[in-house]
């Protein structure tokens, strides 16, 4: 039995999920992978989206250090590395997502990043079957599942979550922006994430900092004692139509 294996059920007994939700750690010290149990590591470069795949497709637990790693977004959001000029000067961006440099100045500007240096590696998880204590947890979910978590985290706060994005990087939105500012982080799945990481057409990104997953929890079954639930229930109506059928095959009848 897996150390979060409670805290998994609670989330699938409310949202009902395809897909394993994901614990996600920074670690400063490679060495660190040492300390976890089952981990496998590529034996070639991915892009980091993919470890995340395997984790909550597959249930294995992925270890990532910046040699593993090949999307360069990915290495200056988790500040893997330096945000270096190109970066800065749009040119991931121009011609691709901007049509200006003036334009892909500002998306590169916008993109959240941990400090460089902090951390070297990660190691992501399905929820159920780690022994380590993650930082974040990810869960892809349809808009309605989505809704749900949202609702969870707004039981106790009020108001209403606040979206940010620019559809790229989304680890730059999921990881660095839910560890910078501990909130709950809504986002797209990116090119990388659709492209390698299996992720659907139909699929948001819900990236829960672990600190507040069981007020999240405890939100999400305070409203469904509510009334509003995973699956949304259907309201039941008479289908007029067959209304209309049944009295023209009684009049055919007579």
Known sequence: MGKYEETDEKLNKYLRLATFPVAVKLLRNPEEFNDIKFLKKPDKEVALCQIFSYARYYAWTMGCIKDDNICPLADIALGFEERNKLFEEGAFFIGRYNSTKEAAKKTAASMPNIPPGKFNAIVAGALNRIDFEPDLIMIWGNSAQIMRIIQGYLWN??????????????????????????????????????????????????????????????????????????????????????????????????
């Open 157 to 254: 706060k009020g108001g209403k979550i606040t979206m940010s994005t620019f559809c790229d990087g989304v680890c730059a939105e999921t990881i660095s922006n839910a560890i910078i500012t501990g909130e709950l982080q809504v986002a797209f799945p990116c090119l990388g994430d659709r492209r390698f990481g299996m992720a659907l057409d139909t699929d948001l990104i819900a990236s829960i900092p672990f600190k507040i997953v069981n007020e999240i929890i405890e939100g999400m079954e305070k409203t469904h004692k509510a009334g509003t639930r995973y699956p949304i229930p259907f309201q039941l109506s008479t289908p007029e139509f067959f209304i209309k059928l049944k009295r023209q095959l009684k009049k055919v009848n007579k």
